[in-house]
Nanobody
Framework: QVQLTESGGGLVQAGDSLRLSCGVS????????MGWFRQAPGKEREFVAA????????GYADSVKGRFTIHRDSGKLTLWLQMNRLTPEDTAVYFC????????????????????WGQGTQVTVSS
């Protein structure tokens, strides 16, 4: 059973940075496609960033491109999301997720494609 645990959220001011982490246990870490999503109150869960299985490409939502960076540390079994120049529009609960048995090199953008999810970590950005 794969378990994901996010941490690193908090309350920050606009323009600040945060780094979220997602620890993964169970399964084979290097065989997953992985991603970050977020959900603001009253809104649907939306794609933020993702990495494929076996490949160096990454995918980002237009709203975070150039500000957020996704990174997988296989040695620490951790997925990171570095978030810079945060704005109030980034306020949401952030979730990490994995795709089990993914296709090689494919970035998955839709939450329905993901098999396992963490419990989420709250990020609040004040203006």
């Amino acid at each position: 059973q794969v378990q994901l645990t996010e941490s690193g959220g908090g309350l920050v001011q606009a323009g600040d940075s945060l780094r979220l982490s997602c620890g993964v246990s169970g399964g084979i870490f290097t065989n997953y496609a992985m991603g970050w999503f977020r959900q603001a109150p009253g809104k649907e869960r939306e794609f933020v960033a993702a990495e494929p299985w076996f490949g160096s490409t990454t995918g980002y939502a237009d709203s975070v491109k150039g500000r957020f960076t996704i990174h997988r540390d296989s040695g620490k079994l951790t997925l990171w999301l570095q978030m810079n120049r945060l704005t109030p529009e980034d306020t949401a609960v952030y979730f990490c997720a994995v795709v089990d048995n993914p296709r090689k090199g494919i970035i998955y953008y839709h939450p329905d494609e993901y098999d396992y999810w963490g419990q989420g970590t709250q990020v609040t950005v004040s203006s």
